[in-house]
């Protein structure tokens, strides 16, 4: 009995690139589709190229507090129309701050398209701003920020990257603080909002069985009025010296963070930088969670990050252990940095690294709304679409050697450490 060797089960697909269509229009306004002909959904998402570094001191945190204040109405739609609309047909609707833009998005059937979009495009641009709204949302970011302020790994992070960015806005809390929340009026929300919303700022970006040239003309129709803008003027951050930052706290653990100051979104050494982190603590098999967690039982969470702007950047790993174990703690994280940044990764570490971040980037593309943000973050900072093969080619061709390389220019300054637990 002959048998035949089976083929793979699945094909690797081209990255389909004439599935992507931008759109440049009058007063820089950019609109992005992707046309998915069997999703059963849209995404829809306005990218507001504005964030908490772009704020005056004095009204810190008003990106965030105009994000909250969006989904409260407009003149055409209330904020309980705007929740029935959405709840009626299973949808979502949220948005988010950054450092660097504000992102506005909602998912829907795709015969509710049209709506969706009228929706969405309406409160962006026209929210009705009412007294008793602002008011009862200030009270809300006030409980979002005791919220952050009592969570010891928020703390932690928050004062690392204080450091990190000395007086320098990328080192503020994007939610501001609770003295500027309180002061922050309602002139001063409309004034941001009519200064910075406007379509030199914006990227709308659809993803699902849509038509692109019926998006653009709805799109440019709806904010037709919001012209005549500029992008905001952005000061790089000064260079940093080290620090030890302890905050006090009776809590059961000592929560540990330590960082570096990094290359940014349109460094060459980005992917480099992407490989490390996941070597040193982006899975199960990465080296902190290997020896932090599954060989000396020191932290129930332990990880690398990476964070980018478009003008630098941030390296940190972060664990949490008993008070009595910090000092083991420390030393075994500096031993994992110091061997990865002096002998490189092994051959097949970094093949398992490389591999599980690629998964990660194709995985991450599985629905409209993930495909959505990924092109309008693309577009919003780089003008273009960086194919899912493009990233992955580059990826592939980062060795042990582009690691070592990147680790020590990354930690040739002295870390920043900031600690949050027991004296």
């Known amino acids: 009995m002959s048998s035949v060797a089976p083929g793979p089960l699945a094909q690797p697909s081209a990255d389909r690139e004439e599935a992507v269509r931008i759109s440049r229009l009058g007063d820089g306004l950019r609109v992005v589709t992707e046309t998915l002909p069997r999703s059963r959904s849209v995404a829809i998402g306005v990218w507001v190229g504005v964030g908490n570094r772009d704020e005056p001191t004095e009204i810190a945190g008003v990106s965030h507090f105009l994000e909250h204040l969006l989904f409260k109405g407009s003149p ?20 988010f701050t950054t450092k660097e833009y504000t992102a506005f998005h909602a998912r829907v059937p795709e015969w509710e398209l049209a709506r969706g979009l009228d929706i969405l495009l309406d409160v962006v641009t026209a929210p009705a701003f009412s007294d ?28 690392l990257l204080e450091n990190l960015f000395p007086d320098h806005p990328l080192g503020w809390e994007v939610l501001g603080s609770a003295e500027t929340v309180r002061s922050i009026t309602a002139d001063q929300i409309r004034s941001f ?9 914006m990227v709308v970006c659809v993803c699902g069985p849509v038509d ?25 951050p000064k260079p940093s010296s080290a620090a030890l930052i302890e905050t006090h706290r009776l809590i059961e653990q000592a929560h540990y963070a330590k960082g570096w100051r ?33 060989r000396r039982g020191l932290s129930y969470s332990v990880y690398a990050s990476i964070g980018s702007f478009v003008d630098s950047g941030t390296l940190s790993v972060y664990a949490a252990t008993t008070p009595e174990r910090r000092r083991e703690l420390e030393m075994v994280i500096d031993e994992q940095l110091e061997d990865l940044a002096l002998n490189g990764p092994g051959e097949r570490e970094l093949e398992i690294a490389r591999g599980g971040f690629e998964g990660s980037i194709v995985l991450g593309l599985e629905d409209t709304g993930s495909r959505m943000s990924r092109l309008a973050t693309n577009v919003l900072f780089r003008d ?7 990233y992955l080619d580059a990826v592939r061709q980062v060795d042990a050697a582009d690691v070592q390389r990147v680790l020590n220019d990354v930690m040739a300054s002295d870390a920043t450490i900031s600690v949050v637990g027991p004296s």
Do not use: C, K, M
């Open 132 to 159: 008793e709204e602002l008011d009862a949302e200030r009270q809300v970011i006030l409980e979002e920020l005791a919220w952050s302020i009592d969570t010891p790994d928020d703390v932690v992070h928050g004062a």
């Open 193 to 201: 909002h009519d200064q910075w919303y406007r379509r030199p700022n």
């Open 384 to 390: 273009r679409v960086v194919g899912v093969d493009e």
């Open 76 to 95: 055409n739609f209330s904020a309980r129309d705007i929740a029935e609309s959405i709840d009626a047909v299973g949808g979502d609707l949220n948005a």
């Open 212 to 236: 692109h040239d019926q998006v653009v003309a709805r799109v440019d129709h709806a904010l037709r009025d919001r012209g005549a803008g500029q992008p905001p003027t952005r000061l790089a």
């Open 262 to 294: 990094a290359p940014g979104l349109h460094s060459d050494d980005r992917y480099a930088l992407a490989v490390a982190t996941q070597l040193l603590g982006g899975g199960w098999s990465s080296r902190l969670f290997q020896e932090v967690r599954e």
